[in-house]
């Protein structure tokens, strides 16, 4: 009787353990915050940028207090021209990293293409402030250039026409009198012209 008992318990123990071992199906382990956020970053240098923000989403599902989640997500949604969600993303990833400078120049670009020219102003001026020579490392495109080309237009969109002037020479040499209905259309033109170009 002793035998047999010890025998059953001894199986039952090893089915138990068996069972636990196996209970992922033989199927790779969940994958952490860190590990979708980087694929979410792959995923955006791709420009495939839907599977960039599912990545992001998913990383946030499992923590949600990781900035660069909340980064890549915002990124990813100004790319998909999901400009309110790309906000949202923007300021909760700010309130657990407020001075993330890549987060800010997002919501600069975010801002001014809602054409909250204020907001975009204060944002690209902290990250300039903050760094003078700012880039942005997920895409190396974008750097403090394309901040003074922002600031160049959004001074320009609130009739700020000499500001913009200035920050249009901070990227090439020149001249034109703002002052005159000329000026400032030759202002807009060469807005227009260095977006192609910075």
């Known amino acids: 009787m ?3 008992l010890a025998l059953i318990l001894l199986l039952f123990f090893g089915f138990v353990f068996s069972s636990c071992s196996g209970s992922d199906g033989g199927g790779p382990a969940q994958k952490t915050a860190e590990q979708l956020t980087t694929e979410g970053w792959q995923a955006y240098g791709a420009k ?18 990781f900035a660069d989640a909340h980064n890549g997500a915002g990124w990813a949604n100004a790319k ?3 400009m309110d969600a790309a906000v949202t993303s923007f300021t909760t990833g700010l309130t657990k990293d407020p001075a993330n400078l890549q987060m800010k120049a997002g919501l600069a670009f975010v801002y001014s293409v809602q054409k909250n020219y204020a907001l975009s ?25 394309d901040l003074h080309l922002l600031l160049a237009a959004d001074y320009f969109a609130q009739g700020n026409f000499g500001a913009s002037l200035q920050e249009v020479r901070l990227l090439e040499s020149f001249t034109v009198n703002v002052n005159t209905a000329s000026g400032q259309a030759a202002l807009s033109d060469e807005i227009e012209k260095l977006r192609t170009r910075v």
């Open 2 to 4: 002793k035998f047999s």
């Open 48 to 65: 495939n940028y839907q599977d960039a923000l599912a990545r992001f989403t998913e990383a946030l599902q499992l923590n949600g207090n």
């Open 80 to 82: 998909l021209n999901a």
């Open 121 to 145: 102003i204060q944002r690209t001026q902290e990250v300039l402030a903050a760094d003078s020579s700012w880039s942005f490392s997920r895409d190396l495109s974008i750097s403090a250039s």
